[in-house]
């Protein structure tokens, strides 16, 4: 049974949390699933990988030493192998979390959907060829009142849709131009492994993979696309490349670079670039910046900024503010309020 607000009328409060992938991705989003909400509990994980699940189970405990019944999982709840995730959706939670590769998350989507939980999950599911999959199991979801959040981060940060607010009341004027840059370090595993089966070790470092690595470049702007959020209009791509290339000794590690314009129905253009690299990272300085342009100044809007206009301004946001765990107070507050949140088609058309 999904948790709904009766639960909390009752004086039954807990939220009871199982992971679907428990690598970096997972185990970060259920750090700041507990941190924002002090009644949510982890109770059930599940990796095709049993050391991958108990390394970061072991982060988990440390992390909450202070609080440990936040992190309950008991042994006969920790599942190992690619059925795991059927058996955490079959275990006493409330909201899944799903953070394995993406192109598992169809698949994952769906069954969380037909088991009736809530469910937390990352912005990207592989390729556009299985969005249809997802925007159909996200209509059933609506259907059955179930509260769907997506790793929109930027969607729920109190500096970033402030800044937003001030370009669409014309603090810069009309928007002319966005630049979006999501330059990072290199994707994967540091290291090949030639003894473990190849499509294992693929999936443990898929997103390292030379043929997968662009695929994953172009999508990682999804969390930073701000143009259809300020203007408030749909567009077209006018031109998008992407190439990945990995070294001879090794299939991860790749480099992968993607680069997209898009135009918008309001004659604005967005230029989006995207690298992962072990090399041009390291020397061009990481970036995951997204910048405005207007007839009457510029927004540094992943800062909080307006750098020049009528009236300069800065964001008065918190240290501790962190819209990874807005992201998570946000979806919670929705299934206690009993109020709609499903992103899953801002998702797919934000990509």
């Not at 009766?6 to 679907?20: E, K, N, Q």
């Not at 249809?132 to 059955?144: F, G, Q």
Request: glycine fraction near 10%; charged fraction near 25%; hydrophobic fraction near 35%.
């Amino acid at each position: 049974m999904a948790l709904s607000p009766r639960a909390y009328a009752s004086g039954s409060d807990t939220i009871r949390i199982g992971l679907v992938g428990c690598g970096g991705r997972g185990s970060g989003a259920v750090g700041d699933a507990l941190a924002a909400n002090e009644n949510a509990r982890l109770v059930a994980m599940g990796d095709v990988f049993g050391d991958m699940l108990h390394s970061h189970l072991r982060g988990l405990k440390y992390r909450f030493q202070a609080q440990p019944e936040r992190v309950d999982v008991k042994p006969e709840h920790m599942y190992v192998g690619f059925d795991a995730y059927q058996k955490v959706l079959a275990s006493p939670i409330d909201v899944v979390i799903l953070a394995t590769p993406p192109g598992f998350r169809p698949i994952h989507f769906e069954a969380a959907v037909k088991a009736g939980k809530n469910i937390f999950r990352r912005s990207r599911w592989g390729s556009t060829a299985r969005a249809s999959r997802v925007l159909a199991a996200n209509e059933h979801a609506k259907a059955k009142n179930l509260k769907v959040g997506v790793g929109l981060q930027r969607h729920h940060e109190p500096k970033y849709i402030e800044t937003i607010d001030r370009i669409k009341s014309g603090a810069i004027g009309d928007v002319l131009a966005m630049r979006v840059y999501w330059n990072d370090w290199e994707f994967g595993s540091r290291g090949w492994r030639a003894r473990r089966p190849r499509p294992k070790w693929s999936t443990r470092c898929a997103t390292g993979i030379t043929t997968r690595g662009s695929a994953e470049t172009t999508s990682s702007n999804s969390t930073s696309i701000i143009s259809m959020w300020a203007t408030g209009s749909r567009g077209t791509i006018r031109s998008a490349v992407g190439a990945s290339a990995g070294g001879k000794s090794s299939p991860t590690n790749a480099t992968a670079r993607s680069s997209t314009t898009i135009a918008w129905n309001t004659n604005i253009a967005t230029e989006r670039g995207c690298t992962a690299s072990a090399g041009t990272s390291r020397t061009l300085g990481k970036s995951v910046t997204e910048h405005a342009v207007g007839t009457k100044g510029t927004s540094e809007v992943d800062e909080g900024l307006i750098v020049s206009g009528a009236t300069k301004w800065k964001h008065k946001s918190q240290r501790h503010e962190l819209p990874y765990q807005f992201e998570h107070a946000d979806l919670f507050a929705a299934i206690r309020e009993n109020r709609p949140t499903t992103r899953s088609r801002t998702a797919r058309t934000a990509r």
